[in-house]
T-cell receptor, first 115, second 115 residues
Framework: AQTVTQSQPEMSVQEAETVTLSCTYDTSESDYYLFWYKQPPSRQMILVIRQEAYKQQNATENRFSVNFQKAAKSFSLKISDSQLGDAAMYFCAYLRGGSQGNLIFGKGTKLSVKP | ETGVTQTPRHLVMGMTNKKSLKCEQHLGHNAMYWYKQSAKKPLELMFVYNFKEQTENNSVPSRFSPECPNSSHLFLHLHTLQPEDSALYLC??????????????FGPGTRLTVT
């Protein structure tokens, strides 16, 4: 069975600095997708970034980028120039390719941003 | 906003009550999902509907009954709940194709408290 592990329950970063959130996963599949979702306090969960396993190039979305290490089964999220609005729970998620949508989530990392 | 709405946003119900949660998506997606989010636990997938047909039921107790009348609406009917069912219930939608499904878009959730 696939599992997703986020080993950092909480992280803190100074405004304008860079922070990296860790995620590892376990799977025997070769076709899958990885996602980072952000859930601000009392607000909707939104998709931050997506990575297809078959792509070697790391995904980037503005200040958000990933370090995808397929052999190590690692998928970390880097947030550059952190802003106060980045404070949220961040969830790493795995989706098997060709599946019917069974997203597997990690337990999340709570990110605080200090002004 | 993600294009997925949920009502009510908060619900308090007794163990003998019957209530329903509603989800509506305005994204033209053909797959919808119910998740349960409890404190200190990863999100748990409860039900999946693809093209209005239920394709996954992750061993959810029968006191939770889903209904998907069309591709835009999803309901979760609740009856005879237990206090441990108190949680945030999230609805999500995505586009499903022949090669599988893609990223999911989440609603704001219904905060359910069972007394």
């Amino acid at each position: 069975a696939q599992t997703v592990t986020q080993s950092q329950p909480e992280m803190s970063v100074q405004e304008a600095e860079t922070v990296t959130l860790s995620c590892t996963y376990d799977t025997s599949e070769s076709d899958y997708y990885l996602f980072w979702y952000k859930q601000p306090p009392s607000r909707q969960m939104i998709l931050v970034i997506r990575q297809e396993a078959y792509k070697q190039q790391n995904a980037t979305e503005n200040r958000f980028s990933v370090n995808f290490q397929k052999a190590a089964k690692s998928f970390s999220l880097k947030i550059s120039d952190s802003q106060l609005g980045d404070a949220a729970m961040y969830f790493c998620a795995y989706l098997r390719g060709g599946s019917q949508g069974n997203l597997i989530f990690g337990k999340g990392t709570k990110l605080s941003v200090k002004p | 906003e993600t294009g997925v709405t949920q009502t009510p946003r908060h619900l308090v119900m007794g163990m003998t009550n019957k209530k329903s949660l509603k989800c509506e998506q305005h994204l033209g997606h053909n797959a919808m999902y119910w998740y349960k989010q409890s404190a200190k636990k990863p999100l748990e997938l409860m039900f999946v509907y693809n093209f209005k047909e239920q394709t996954e039921n992750n061993s959810v107790p029968s006191r939770f009954s889903p209904e998907c009348p069309n591709s835009s609406h999803l309901f979760l009917h609740l009856h005879t709940l237990q206090p441990e069912d108190s949680a945030l219930y999230l609805c999500a939608s995505s586009q499903a194709g022949t090669s599988g499904v893609y990223e999911q878009y989440f609603g704001p959730g219904t905060r359910l408290t069972v007394t």
